[in-house]
């Protein structure tokens, strides 16, 4: 088993779906969510705030500074994720197929490093 | 080289793609099963030159090769215990055994192999490079001069689609009934580009061209024996084996290029086109047509026709319509637009081309400039050739083309 980030890309500046199509699209999530919780491929997942609300930390000869806003300033942002458990990238690829469409926006797949063995 | 050492170059580009397959299912990890059939051959070399060459050559690498596995993963055996276990393996004498060889061929390890080579995840790029590495058997130098980029460059290609391969899981398999048609696509089309890398005629490097050639012919013959139900599989085949019968009488002995109306037909081999055309006629019987079978139809229609005057142009023009409707391209609505200025004259064909999206595609300027010339359009036609000759960098196309331009009468 591998575990795979499916991160959802937002693009900023686009026009905001409708309240109808975003009641839609939790409920298209939800479904998912649900299947994944099910077939016991579910870790983790949740949406996040946009990111011009998020906060940077970084350490620089021994200071540590915070700037206010995304770490990179491009038009795509992580709108959200899920971390999955999947036998192989075919089956987080199934996965990653119904969560792009659930979400209306494009999943990034990305396995997880293995966990070093003690 | 003496009579062992040619054996073992001739299994290695042969069966090295069976062997790593094997390994490849047992083991799950390309780089143990690269090494490992790489240290059998070695051993080959060794042996085989003084024991004799085994009785079946492929059974003893694979064996071997399982043996060096099996070692490599008992020295790691703290990590790896567990696979080890798994696989209960015992390693037996290659010389002993008698090296059973599948023959059923859905039971074929290559198959899983050439699904996981080209797998959509994979760029394609990084499709061909390890579809020709790892089933073609041919070295990284050989794959890096055949696409012209630098050693390190497809050396690095290859080490980053492995890494992915391993890292992100892309597994060992062969596709479910429901998804082959879509993960068949990669696989063709991986096949089908290796050939016309090949194909392209170029001035160095012949021989490397001829190779891959050779090795296209090879893997869509393994296709098809692997998968013999599936009609594009036999398309795709049947397109090569007729190409392959004209390549002979595609360039002259300096090198220069000769366009299908004016080859010399009889250089065309037969066998080829017989084989092809049987299997075009087979494809037909299923009527289940796709893109390559269409395109093998349309050869098979040159293919037949004893000069290009007799050729029925009528009917490859229906083919075309057909083709266009799978795979609605500028290019091929150009290839149909030749065929009816073949049909209707030169001024049908220029009316075809006109409006298609082709500016950048020198065979574009090219087709326009010999039509324009046939309808007496001589200075049109000159520029018509100096679009296509800037636009290609291939020498014999510019020589070729140089060749139509210097030919065109005094202007009009």
Not at chain 1, 45 to 69: K, Q, S, W
Not at chain 2, 55 to 74: L, Q, S, Y
Not at chain 2, 143 to 158: S, W
Request: some cysteine; aromatic content about 6%.
């Amino acid at each position: 088993m591998t575990q795979y980030l499916l991160s959802v890309y937002m693009i900023d500046g686009q026009e905001p779906p409708s309240e109808e199509e975003i009641t839609k699209m939790y409920a298209d999530v939800d479904v998912v969510n649900e299947e994944l919780k099910q077939t016991g491929a579910w870790v983790f997942a949740g949406g996040l705030h946009p990111a011009t609300l998020a906060t940077v930390v970084r350490e620089n000869a021994g200071e540590v500074l915070l700037t206010d806003g995304p770490f990179v300033e491009t038009k795509e942002q992580l709108g959200g994720f899920w971390v999955i458990e999947a036998a192989d990238l075919d089956a987080a690829l199934t996965w990653a197929r119904k969560a792009t469409v659930a979400c209306q926006a494009p999943v990034e797949v990305r396995p997880f490093q293995d966990v070093p063995e003690q | 080289m003496s009579v062992a050492a040619a054996t073992i170059e001739q299994v290695f580009r042969e069966e090295s793609g069976q062997a790593i397959a094997t390994l490849v299912r047992l083991f799950g990890d390309i780089d143990v099963a690269e090494e490992a059939v790489q240290e059998a051959f070695l051993i080959a070399s060794e042996r085989w030159p003084q024991a004799g060459v085994p009785p079946n050559p492929p059974g003893w690498i694979v064996t071997t090769a399982k043996n060096r596995a099996i070692d490599r993963f008992r020295r790691e055996a703290s990590r790896h215990d567990r696979q080890v276990q798994a696989l209960d393996l015992t390693a037996v004498d290659p010389d002993e055994e008698e090296g059973a060889m599948p023959t059923d061929p859905m039971r074929d390890d290559r198959l899983g192999l050439i699904f996981m080579c080209c797998h959509p995840a994979l760029a394609q790029s990084a499709q061909v490079a390890l579809t020709l590495r790892l089933l073609g058997g041919l070295q990284t130098p050989e794959i890096a001069r055949a696409f012209l980029v630098p050693e390190a460059t497809m050396a690095q290609r290859l080490v980053r689609a492995k890494k992915k391969i391993s890292a992100a899981n892309i597994p060992y398999r062969i596709p479910r009934d429901e998804e082959l048609t879509d993960r068949l696509r990669p696989v063709l089309a991986v096949v089908y580009l290796v050939y016309n890398e090949g194909h392209t005629v170029s001035g160095g490097e012949q021989l490397v061209r001829d190779d891959l050639c050779r090795e296209a012919v090879r893997l869509a013959r393994l296709l098809a024996e692997l998968m013999p139900d599936e009609p594009e599989v036999k398309g795709l085949l049947a397109l090569l084996l007729l190409s392959e019968a004209r390549r002979p009488a595609r360039t002259t002995a300096d090198g220069s290029l000769v366009l299908m109306p004016d080859q010399d037909r009889s250089l065309w081999d037969q066998e080829l086109i017989a084989e092809g055309h049987e299997l075009v006629r087979s494809c037909l019987r299923r009527n289940q047509p796709g893109p390559y079978q269409l395109q093998a139809a349309i050869n098979a229609v040159h293919t037949d026709a004893e000069s290009a005057e007799e050729t029925d142009w009528a009917q490859i023009i229906a083919l075309y319509d057909q083709l266009l409707a799978w795979t609605p391209t500028p290019v091929v609505a150009l290839n149909r637009a030749v065929a009816i200025a073949q049909l209707d004259g030169p001024r049908a064909g220029l009316a075809a081309m006109d409006g298609l999206q082709l500016d950048e595609y020198y065979a574009y300027h090219a087709a326009r400039a010999d039509l324009l010339a046939r309808i007496g359009s001589a200075e049109e036609a000159r520029e018509a050739y100096e679009a296509a000759i800037r636009l290609t960098d291939n020498d014999a196309e510019q020589r070729h083309l140089r060749g139509r331009r210097d030919g065109l009468g005094a202007s009009d």
